[in-house]
């Protein structure tokens, strides 16, 4: 019997970690506050988000292209339709000295109608920041490199808990 947890995936070493850390250490970048439905500012949302530069979108590309093949082999029945499109690629970064958390919430909504949920883990060397389901009763081992891979749709509610010490970086993207 498949129950709904075994929908959420966790790929490992997608990612090697010289080029998780290359990607936290991007000079580039101009993080602005995360926000949520399409421009709001909330409280539900304590991090920061700024989408990668482009000389990783090959590499993420190909990483993000991996994972979306390993999920359609796994679930023969999943399909994102005729055209099958990635939203980009955001970090974002969760700074342990403000607790920085997303409340539960689902991903897919009117704006922003999302098929495919795909985060991948930059780096494990802080405390709290899970990758939790249901409430906290399904959490994710976190683990550099790694993608955390499930449907968008209100079936899946999920958080990242607060970080408490260190700062949590990952790149997220969707499938439409």
Not at 146 to 174: E, I, L, M, Y
Request: aromatic share 14%; glycine share 8%; net charge negative.
């Amino acid at each position: 019997m498949i129950l709904i947890q075994d929908y959420i995936k966790c790929y490992e070493n997608i990612l090697g970690p010289e080029v998780c850390e290359r990607i936290i250490k991007e000079e580039n970048y101009d993080f602005k506050r995360a926000t949520i439905h399409g421009g709001i500012t909330s409280s539900a949302r304590k991090c920061y988000a700024q989408f990668v530069d482009k000389k990783f979108d090959s590499i993420l590309y190909e990483s993000f292209g991996k994972i979306l093949k390993l999920y359609r082999e796994e679930f023969v029945n999943f399909s994102t339709g005729l055209t099958c499109e990635d939203t980009g690629y955001q970090h974002l970064w969760y700074k342990g000295m403000e607790e920085g958390e997303y409340k539960e919430h689902t991903d897919h909504f009117d704006l922003q109608p999302r098929t495919l949920s795909c985060s991948l883990i930059l780096n494990d060397d802080y405390d709290g920041g899970d990758f939790s389901f249901f409430n906290g009763e399904h959490i994710i081992p976190k683990k550099t490199g790694d993608a955390v891979v499930f449907p968008s749709n209100f079936c899946f509610p999920h958080s990242v808990t607060p970080v408490t010490s260190g700062d949590r970086h990952s790149v997220v993207t969707w499938f439409h």
